[in-house]
């Protein structure tokens, strides 16, 4: 059984930062690509950012130049630096992977999700 569980959101002002955490656990034999997503109220989900196992990343351009994306590949974990946060970004934010759990296989699984709002 392969699990993400996302941690790190909460409550911050206009112009403040947040580190979400992705964390993978259980049978994995390997992890391509990570990323994050996010949905807020009354909108659909949307890419944030994602970065393969070789360190090649993508970002949506609301949040280019304010958040970074990093992982680490020995620990299966993956976060979201998230600075110069705006109302907008408001939103549950969604980890997910691509996970293989034997030798040329890959699913991608979800996280349940982690609230950050943005207010004053």
């Known amino acids: 059984q392969v699990q993400l569980v996302e941690s790190g959101g909460g409550l911050v002002q206009p112009g403040g930062s947040l580190r979400l955490s992705c964390a993978a656990s259980?049978?994995?034999?390997?992890?391509?690509?990570m990323g994050w997503y996010r949905q807020a109220p009354g909108k659909e989900r949307e890419l944030v950012a994602t970065?393969?196992?070789?360190?090649?990343?993508m970002y949506a351009d609301s949040v280019k130049g304010r958040f970074t994306i990093s992982r680490d590949n020995a620990k299966n974990t993956a976060n979201l630096q998230m600075n110069s946060l705006k109302p907008e970004d408001t939103a549950v934010y969604y980890c997910?992977?691509?996970?293989?759990?034997?030798?040329?296989?890959?699913?991608?699984?979800w996280g349940r999700g982690t609230l950050v709002t943005v207010s004053s």
């Open positions: 997910n992977a691509d996970i293989g759990t034997t030798m040329g296989t890959a699913t991608r699984y």
């Open positions: 259980g049978s994995i034999f390997g992890i391509a690509r």
């Open positions: 970065i393969t196992r070789g360190g090649s990343i």
